[in-house]
Nanobody, 129 residues
């Protein structure tokens, strides 16, 4: 079975840092792109960042560029999201999701949630001001 296990969320003061992890199993990791998405109460799920595990291409939403860093450890089948300088507006449930890489472009690298194939359960990030 395909599984994506997100972890690392918690309560952090504004200005602090967190590292989220997404542990994948049940599929060939390097054949997929893994993205991070965030959903705040009352808002749609938004794409934050993505990494293609076959060649390391990354993308970031403008709102997180310079503060968020995505990375992958193919040996551990895990993708990380380092979040620095946390802001109250970063609060929400963070989900990781996987997309099969193909020849026709990547929804993940466009941070398009509708093109993702598998979703994890989410991890909650709360930021106190």
């Amino acid at each position: 079975d395909v599984q994506l296990q997100a972890s690392g969320g918690g309560l952090v003061q504004a200005g602090g840092s967190l590292r989220l992890s997404c542990k994948a199993s049940g599929f060939t990791f390097v054949d997929y792109a893994i993205g991070w998405f965030r959903q705040a109460p009352g808002n749609e799920r938004e794409g934050l960042s993505c990494i293609a595990n076959n060649d390391g291409r990354t993308s970031y939403a403008d709102s997180v560029k310079g503060r968020f860093t995505i990375s992958t450890d193919n040996a551990k089948n895990t993708v990380y999201l380092q979040i620095n300088s946390l802001k109250p507006e970063d609060m929400g449930v963070y989900y990781c999701a996987a997309e099969t890489l193909g020849p026709y472009g990547s929804s993940c690298l466009r941070r398009d949630k509708d093109g993702m194939d598998y979703w994890g359960q989410g991890t909650l990030v709360t930021v106190s001001s």
